[in-house]
């Protein structure tokens, strides 16, 4: 029998996931649901890298990415989880520093298809639920990959700090022409339609209250409106999730 480590994270609100998430990844089951995030392993696999707590917390992440999509939401970890070590030798547990999350979530929009007969036959929350599961799946099985990390960390951000927004955002497409260079690469690459990515480089970059280049402006910064702004973010979430599709494929 050997020591076993459990590091659990908090999040808010606790109902943030509907279903409970149960996975594998760096040696470690993972369990996701009510407001708490926790991995559990043998010591001796926890102590391989001296950097594991960061590692498990990056898979954390790219497994709820696909949610927080769903509701504009931002989670907040802080370094260190509750770390609890069970000793093989039936020592009392210690349990170390704890930590919680802060969100803010904003509106979504829920609706139905219901026939004649009052049978549901479409349900866009069971559907995004459905392709949440799907996608938080294929983020958490990269992890590890430092550019996803970084395309993780930027949409993260961009909710976080509303002020700077389309900033974070472009962030994720300079976090790409890193690994594949031109934005023609980068379409090539991933699938993306490339006068998208003109749309996206020309909203986040024209001087606005939210944008790259402020001081560029000679005039008074205007707030972009509402479809520049779901232009923005849908198609930075469609840059990352073509970005896990293609770590998916064979290369």
């Known amino acids: 029998m050997s020591s076993v480590v459990l590091l659990e994270w908090s999040y808010l609100p606790a109902n943030l996931i509907g279903s409970e ?6 040696g470690a089951s993972f369990v996701i649901q009510n407001g708490s995030a926790r991995a559990q392993m043998y010591e001796s696999t926890f102590r391989l890298a001296p950097d594991m707590t960061q590692k498990l917390l990056a898979v954390i992440k790219a497994r709820v990415a ?29 349990i170390h520093l704890e930590a919680h999350a802060g969100i803010r979530i904003a509106d979504h929009l829920h609706f139905q298809v219901i026939d004649k007969n009052g049978v549901v036959t479409f349900d866009s929350e069971l559907d995004q639920l459905a392709s949440a599961e799907a996608n938080a799946e294929l983020l958490a099985r990269h992890a590890t990959d430092d550019v996803l990390s970084r395309l993780l960390l930027s949409l993260a951000q961009s909710r976080k700090d509303r002020d700077n927004e389309f900033t974070h955002l472009y962030e994720i497409l300079e ?9 023609q690469n980068i379409c090539g690459a991933l699938g993306i339609n490339l006068p998208h990515v003109r749309d996206f480089h020309r909203i986040c970059n024209t ?40 770590l998916e494929g064979p290369r």
């Open 21 to 26: 998430q149960q996975f594998e990844a760096l």
């Open 66 to 94: 696909p949610f927080e999509h769903l509701v504009s939401a931002s989670l907040d970890f802080r370094d260190q989880p509750a770390l609890t070590i069970t000793h093989d030798d039936g020592r009392p547990t210690e």
């Open 175 to 183: 976090a790409l022409a890193t690994r594949f260079g031109s934005n």
């Open 207 to 246: 001087p606005s209250t939210v944008s790259r280049h402020r001081g560029l402006a000679k005039s008074p910064l205007a707030e972009p409106d509402p479809a520049q702004y779901s232009f923005a973010r849908s198609f930075a979430w469609e840059l990352v999730m073509a970005y896990g599709s293609w």
